[in-house]
């Protein structure tokens, strides 16, 4: 079998036993508990948090990566043109690798206390935007001619 | 044998893989090789005499802002992978890249219900789709004629505030392309000095990496008797990329006789300011042209016309208007920037000079305006040169070559 396909399998087993295990403590192990337990369970407060710390380590990796490229430039000296431009990119780049950190740290540190807010402000923060999107898009197909007006032919 | 051609953009006109697409499965399919191609927006021009051509959808909205799609992009966007693509552009990332290889890989999975192929060659996308095809236990191949590292080198010279430098790094895909070429089954570049640049650029087996010269359209790019001008530099490329080096050739001008003049064959003010305000800084501007966006017949016309050819570029994969001006029996002066000492042939073809050194650049013109008889026996020289190593045929039976050298090894391997 192509290493490949190998490759596949494992995919399919691993995805389909962490969905599993996420439903099981997300959904059914609180609802077996008492839906309306004011205290999570370890599992389901887990269950949540995991998924949603992969996407925060995503977002805040990719600001830290973005501080560190440009940290990290190694090129020819820039055109003349550009010299009495440049701004402080360096020391820019140096805080946002910083600042990346410190949320990361926090988010750690509140998902380390079971932190209701660990999860609830960056989840908003996704939601807001995805939806913010789509609201944006919805509104602009709104508000565009679908077709020139008669005195415009 | 069968091949499945992956082009993310295949319009000729925007782009080289464009260009390579339309003539190199035109070559192959002359060699007997059955062409399917797979390719995004802008469509390439018909080439179903040859190949059978599978359209993928991508709305194109890298920097164009929500309000100015028009309503027929608008509608399209509430479909998911399009959703996607906005929303990863509106955060200046360009995934054209990715989301043309997912869709290519559910359209071959789909292809390969009914038609089996040898091999599936992909032109410089390298896309996060590319991997989950390798399941489909057919030798997968790119193309890649130079890496974006170099792109993103030449904006990071050109940028200089914190956001155009976040907005570079977020641009290029790099980490993507790396650990997809590393796992795909051969590459092919253009040039020897193309080879270097994925070693370093990716960290690529020197084993992996196959030479096959760029092709062009010898019989169309020829030298037809008509009649030269005098004084007459030529400069074919985008004037808005750094890497083009115009800001040298222009410095160069300076240094060079009133009566000397130079044509660009790109966009001038409005749509391209860059080119036009160097010129007026070095009080060039009353000696050059703009000639726009040309069709190939006046591009060739340009080139029979000429003086001579001239490439001031800093990095070139492999320098396709120095090749063109060969083939038109144009002597080139051309930096030995990248893949240009490979096509060039210093002192037969042309004259090569460092880059970035607009004075070397303004004594090898005036030397070739200077020795008539010089410039035509290198534009012969030229000629022959180009219909020897960068015709399309010739590009087509290497690319077979290796083709057949690539499955032979996957075949061994498994």
Redesign the interface.
Known sequence: MPRAKIYGFIALLVSTALAGLFFYHSFYGPIAGGIFSSLLADNAYYAVAVPLGFLVLIILGTGFWIGWTILTIKVAPPMPEIVEKKDYAKPKAFLLCLVTLALLALFAYGVYLKSYWALALPAAVFTIVVLGMVFWVGLAIITTRATLPADKK | MRALFLCYRGNPFCGGQGIYLYYLTRELAKLGVEIDVIVGPPYPDPMEKWAKVYRTENLNIWSIR??H???EK??R??SPMN?VD??LT?FHIFPEMETFSLRAFNLTRKLLKTRRYDIIHDVQCLGWGL??M????VPIITTVHHPLTKDR?AD???????WE??TT??FYPLTMQRTVINRLDRVITSSLEGVEELVKAFGLEREKISVVYNGLDVEVFSHGGEKREENSLLFVGNTED?KKGI?YLLEALTLLPEKIKLKIVDDGPPQRIGAWD?AK?FHVEDRITFTGKVDMATLVRLYCTATMVVVASLHEGFGLPAAEGMACETPVVSTTSGALKEVMKHGETGILVPPKDPRALADAIMGLMKDKKLRQKMGKAGRKRAVENFSWPVAAKNTLEVYKDTIAAYRSN?
């Open positions: 929500t309000e799609f028009g309503y608008l509608t966007l509430l959703f906005y929303f509106r991997l989950p390798k399941g489909f236990g080198e990071f010279i050109r940028d200089a505030t914190f430098y976040v790094t977020l750094y800001r160097l800084k498994r």
